[in-house]
């Protein structure tokens, strides 16, 4: 991963941060300061959820102060008033913020567009109002006398020793979604906000994605606020209301939402431009006032349009980008001496992912029998019915609007059909979300290159894989997923090398031209380990010598026993490879068969180029 820090580098910087934070502890440093940098500190760790959450996986949320009073008022409340150790009550506080997340995240994040964040605001104005009015909680006053953290007989509960386990913690919280976002779970959630079609097409349950990282984002929030009770040593709802849930966007705004390190980036700017404000503001104005709120305003637009990626961006674009070390086909010294058999891994390295059972030649996987497709009172599919067999390549063709990548999506579960049946390799499949079509064995490109800009051409790739591991976001947060990360990145680059594109494996893939981007589809397809692969226009875009390459690896695939249903404007490449061709026009069914039947046929000719009246 070239946006986040690299392995052989992450080591490094995690050994330089955890030898700053105790150095900066001893430095003489004035207590002011050191209490500036706690806040900074709680608030990091608030951002980092939210970084989690709306800068990658593209979910607002203002609710987050909600959650960081819950972790608060949990352990406030157990350690005043039934004597239990603050050691305890942050999992209490843990467990009882879990709850209310799965809860709130189950509801809202079926939503989208602007129904989300309002509903955050709701449900973050109804937990405020809540502390705020139960008698248990001392209403507004709060609970007073909180107990301060104590470790082994050492006061943890203010100065430089908080200070050492906030930031800790902190540090702590950062490398775990660094792993997190560096690992297949990862993949799946950077999905989340612009690809989610497609990644349920690789068989990403995006929902379950979505309430994870509202789960780990509110855990973040309620450890902020156990470390926040316990250095206050008081709380009430004050610090728990809208305005800070609002003010903790700003602040990852500010810093790069996008980035790990912009959390901590916009916390520190956004205290220290508090402080200073609160104190240059009056005298400016000549009187006092929370002006500082319209200044915060002001510079918010300013980042929106002047710097969209945060103030993180002007530190992270000067730092090395270190492509990804290949760990997944390292060679011992006698697999040197080997020739490089097909696909140009050598023996060693990762192992290879268990595979698939492949239907024998001749078997019937895709059977449509027919199929029909309405939008209100247009019928964008009519009663469409055709077979693919194993080892087959069948082409689906027609004019422009003929209906086949509808087609295609009714084939996949992503429309859900009006009428008719989809049987793959004999199992009904008709009413099955696309994820657990991909899960049996079909995979597919699009009409419109589907992918993220902003990962790896090899990160892409991978995400076809998804569901040939298990690994989930606690093995990948704790750096426990290496092995079976290894051997999703080694099928990755086999399926890259396979089709050719070895050389832009590391490329990030908003970068390719449109070309190699439809191979880099294919690629993906192919990661998943199809039984049938579905392949829309794949060939649009190509050069010359691309779409003769694009052949080949159909002719390949084709060997190996792979069905291929293909849809595809360029006849040429049509008729190359083609084994049997489905011709539809306006929804319709018109004919099929042998590429030399369809070329002779007239009304095939008629379809495409008009009648003679």
Known sequence: MTRYFPKLQRKTWRVILMALVPLLAILPLPDFWITQLNYIGLYSLVVLGLVLLTGVGGLTSFGQAAFVGIGAYTSAYLTVNMGFSPWITVFAGLAITAVSALAVGWLTLRMSGHYLPLATIAWGLSLYYLMGNLDALGKYDGILGVPALNLFGLDMGSGRAFFMLVWFVVFMGAFALINLLDSRTGRAIRALKSATQMAEAMGVNTLQHKVGIFLIAALFASLSGWLFAHFQRTVNPSPFGLK??????????????????????????????????????????????????????????????????????????????????????????EAQLLPVPLGGLRPGGAEPLPERSKPALGEVVLDVDKI????????????????????????????????????????TGVLGLTSGTVKFRGEVISGLPSRDIAQRGMGRTFQHVKMIPDMTVLENVALGAHLRG?????????????????????????????????????????????????????????????????????AAGLRHKEKQALGDVLRQLRSEGMSILMVEHDMDLVMDVTDHIVVMEFGTYLMSGTPAEVQASELVRAAYLGTEH
């Open 244 to 333: 800070m849930g609002i003010e903790y966007l700003f602040m990852a705004v500010l810093g790069g939402v996008g980035h790990v390190w912009g959390a901590i980036t916009g916390a520190l700017f956004t205290k220290i431009m508090e402080d200073q404000l609160q104190v240059l503001l009056p005298q400016l104005i000549g009187t006092s006032g929370s002006y500082e709120t319209i200044v915060f305003g002001i510079v918010l637009v300013l980042v929106l349009k002047y710097l969209p990626d945060g103030a993180w961006s002007l530190v992270g674009r000067h730092l090395p980008v270190v492509q990804r070390r290949n760990t997944w086909d390292l060679d011992p010294p």
């Open 372 to 411: 029909r497709k309405q939008f209100g009172g247009l019928v964008a599919v009519n009663d469409i019915s055709f077979q693919v067999k194993a080892g087959q390549i069948v082409g689906l063709i027609g004019p422009n609007g003929a209906g086949k990548s509808t087609t295609f999506n009714l084939v």
């Open 470 to 538: 298990t690994k989930g976001a606690l093995s990948a947060m704790l750096r426990l997923d290496r092995e079976e990360e290894n051997r999703l990145m080694r099928e990755a680059a086999r399926q890259l090398e396979r089709i050719g594109m070895a050389d832009h494996m590391h490329d990030l893939a908003g970068n390719l031209a449109m070309g190699p981007q439809r191979l880099m589809e294919i690629a993906r397809a192919l990661c998943s380990d199809p039984a049938l692969l579905l392949l829309d226009e794949p």
